[in-house]
T-cell receptor
Framework: EAGVAQSPRYKIIEKRQSVAFWCNPISGHATLYWYQQILGQGPKLLIQFQNNGVVDDSQLPKDRFSAERLKGVDSTLKIQPAKLEDSAVYLC???????????FGDGTRLSIL | QKEVEQDPGPLSVPEGAIVSLNCTYSNSAFQYFMWYRQYSRKGPELLMYTYSSGNKEDGRFTAQVDKSSKYISLFIRDSQPSDSATYLCAMSEWSGNTGKLIFGQGTTLQVKP
């Protein structure tokens, strides 16, 4: 079974620029999550999708972050404009349903200059 | 006060030692408890998944949950250098379809040959 795929693996941008991350979940998994992991901390949930609907985006900074999951499979997370404090690893996870164990991709490491 | 507290370590042990990793939490509504292992520059990998209180064993790994004390543990027997990684505890209320995981900050473990 193929795991959660994420791209790119690394991204370096300057502050105020925009950036986008892509995630392809495990086949058949209806639930998709985006987490932010700052160095030395555990991941923090940004947004949860069930199929192509948003279940929880309470911790998503909506003035600069947006996410979509069109067609209920792949997902894209965007930051515009980026701030220095957005430097982190952005992890995508998926689960069969919302109450099942989550499996993570290897993340996109974002550095803001 | 953080919802989930985890000693960041680092923890250094000789090969073959028994390792004990712990987390405490404050939210009595947490029902599902997980341990993830995260190697450098990789995503978290699910190790153990338990529901409510009790013990669960899988090979060299044993997870314990004590809901009365709001305390969970992961024991690693016969530790190997390949166990060197950051261990993250995570927990969730899992009410309805909301699967938000709350993570500890992770404990870095080094097993020396």
């Amino acid at each position: 079974e193929a795991g959660v795929a994420q791209s790119p693996r690394y991204k370096i941008i300057e502050k105020r620029q925009s950036v986008a991350f892509w995630c392809n979940p495990i086949s058949g998994h209806a639930t998709l999550y985006w987490y932010q992991q700052i160095l030395g901390q555990g991941p923090k949930l940004l947004i949860q999708f069930q199929n192509n609907g948003v279940v929880d985006d309470s911790q998503l900074p909506k003035d600069r972050f947006s996410a979509e999951r069109l067609k209920g499979v792949d997902s894209t997370l965007k930051i515009q404009p980026a701030k220095l404090e957005d430097s982190a690893v952005y992890l995508c996870a998926s689960s069969f349903e919302g109450n099942q164990p989550q499996h993570f991709g290897d993340g996109t490491r974002l550095s803001i200059l | 006060q953080k919802e989930v507290e985890q000693d960041p370590g680092p923890l250094s042990v000789p090969e073959g030692a028994i390792v004990s990793l712990n987390c405490t939490y404050s939210n009595s509504a947490f029902q599902y408890f997980m341990w993830y292992r995260q190697y450098s520059r990789k995503g978290p990998e699910l190790l153990m998944y338990t529901y409510s209180s009790g013990n669960k064993e899988d090979g060299r790994f044993t997870a314990q949950v004590d809901k009365s004390s709001k305390y969970i543990s992961l024991f690693i027997r016969d530790s190997q250098p390949s166990d060197s990684a950051t261990y993250l505890c995570a927990m969730s209320e899992w009410s309805g379809n909301t699967g938000k995981l709350i993570f500890g900050q992770g404990t870095t473990l080094q097993v020396k040959p």
